[in-house]
Each structure stands twice: as structure tokens, then as C-alpha cells.
T-cell receptor, first 115, second 115 residues
Framework: AQSVTQLDSQVPVFEEAPVELRCNYSSSVSVYLFWYVQYPNQGLQLLLKYLSGSTLVKGINGFEAEFNKSQTSFHLRKPSVHISDTAEYFCAVSLFSGGYNKLIFGAGTRLAVHP | EAQVTQNPRYLITVTGKKLTVTCSQNMNHEYMSWYRQDPGLGLRQIYYSMNVEVTDKGDVPEGYKVSRKEKRNFPLILESPSPNQTSLYFC??????????????FGQGTRLTVV
């Protein structure tokens, strides 16, 4: 079965510090990879996505992620976080299965940025 | 503005009282789906629809129904809600599977409490 594992349920960090949110997936087929962000009381917003090509993907708000096929990872990074980055972050894998496109989500990582 | 609109945003109901959560998208997307979000479990797919009159079960369909009579609307129906359906629900839409720029757009969410 395909799965997505976010290795940290919560990540506290001080403002202007770097952060890495880890994501590993299991899949025997090619996948598309996504990171979504959920701000308090809001829906999910796409941060970035990997479909093909360069393994380093840049997204909105200064975030980037690196696809590592051999380690089946897609970790999210930001060199300097702001208070406004406090949110929950979801890693997701898009699989083509049975003729349809299915998004499988990780359990989420809550990023708390402190002053 | 491209958007997915869910209503209501918040709902408290009693066990057994039928309810419907509406979802509408203005992007002419063929594919729509419903997810529930629970702490520590991420988002899990309830039902999805590939097009008008085409729906199928996701990972957690028990206790839910859907319909897709028009392309833009995809309501979620709880015929007899129970407390274990207390959750945060998201509707999402995207172009058909296989398109390179596939990206799911999410509604703002509906927080349902069943007492």
C-alpha cells in the first residue's frame, strides 16, 4: 500500500532560524509530490509540487523541497522562517490508480515559529 | 477568482438528523473529492467523482453519500450522522488525472460536530 510519513508531528523553531520538515513516501510507481500549507481556520493551499525534471523545487513564501528518489523523500526547507509561517504542513503523494488520480496525505507537521 | 466554496463553514447537529454539506467549484474541473481531516491522521478521502454522474468510494466512505448531477456541484450527504463523524471536512477539485499540471484546489473547510 502506498503511504506518506511525516516524521515530525510538531516542529518548534525560533524566528529567522532555518527549518526542515521531513516527508518520506512509499510507492512502487512514479508519483507526483506536493506540499500543502494550512493556516489556522483555513483550507489547504499549495506550497509547491514536484512533477518531473529538476529535483529541487521552489515554491511560494520562500519554501523549497528536494525530491530524492533513492531515499523516497521530499523534505521541505526554508532558510529563515517568520512568525507568519506558523501553520500545519501536509506532504502528499499523487498516484494514478485504477484510472483516477488519488492524493494520499501524511498526518501533518505543525510548525510553530516563536519570537 | 478560481475557488471551491463549501457551506456551511461550521455546523453542530444531533445524532441521526440528516444533513448536507454543499461544495461548488468555478474552474470547470472534472474531478472532485471529499476529505475528512482528523488529528494525527491527516486527510482521508471519503468519496470522489470523475465527472457528472460518476462517483466512487474513497478510503473512508461508510456513513456518507455523494451525488454529482452537475459538473460544478458535489454535495456530501450524511443520512444519519453519528458522533464519530465529528471532523473537519474539505472538498477539493482538480483537472482530470494525468494532466501534467494537476493540482487540487481546496475549499475552506466545514467543521462538523455531531452530539
Amino acid at each position: 500500500a502506498q503511504s506518506v510519513t511525516q516524521l515530525d508531528s510538531q516542529v518548534p523553531v525560533f524566528e529567522e532560524a532555518p527549518v526542515e520538515l521531513r516527508c518520506n513516501y512509499s510507492s512502487s510507481v512514479s508519483v507526483y509530490l506536493f506540499w500543502y500549507v494550512q493556516y489556522p481556520n483555513q483550507g489547504l493551499q499549495l506550497l509547491l509540487k514536484y512533477l518531473s525534471g529538476s529535483t529541487l523545487v521552489k515554491g511560494i513564501n520562500g519554501f523549497e523541497a528536494e525530491f530524492n528518489k533513492s531515499q523516497t523523500s521530499f523534505h521541505l526547507r526554508k532558510p529563515s522562517v517568520h512568525i507568519s509561517d506558523t501553520a500545519e504542513y501536509f506532504c502528499a503523494v499523487s498516484l494514478f490508480s485504477g484510472g483516477y488520480n488519488k492524493l494520499i496525505f501524511g498526518a501533518g507537521t505543525r510548525l510553530a515559529v516563536h519570537p | 477568482e478560481a475557488q471551491v466554496t463549501q457551506n456551511p463553514r461550521y455546523l453542530i447537529t444531533v445524532t441521526g438528523k440528516k444533513l448536507t454539506v454543499t461544495c461548488s467549484q468555478n474552474m470547470n474541473h472534472e474531478y472532485m473529492s471529499w476529505y475528512r481531516q482528523d488529528p494525527g491522521l491527516g486527510l482521508r478521502q471519503i468519496y470522489y467523482s470523475m465527472n457528472v454522474e460518476v462517483t466512487d468510494k474513497g478510503d473512508v466512505p461508510e456513513g456518507y453519500k455523494v451525488s454529482r448531477k452537475e459538473k460544478r456541484n458535489f454535495p456530501l450527504i450524511l443520512e444519519s450522522p453519528s458522533p464519530n463523524q465529528t471532523s473537519l471536512y474539505f472538498c477539493a477539485s482538480s483537472p482530470l488525472p494525468g494532466q501534467m499540471n494537476t493540482e487540487a484546489f481546496f475549499g475552506q473547510g466545514t467543521r462538523l460536530t455531531v452530539v
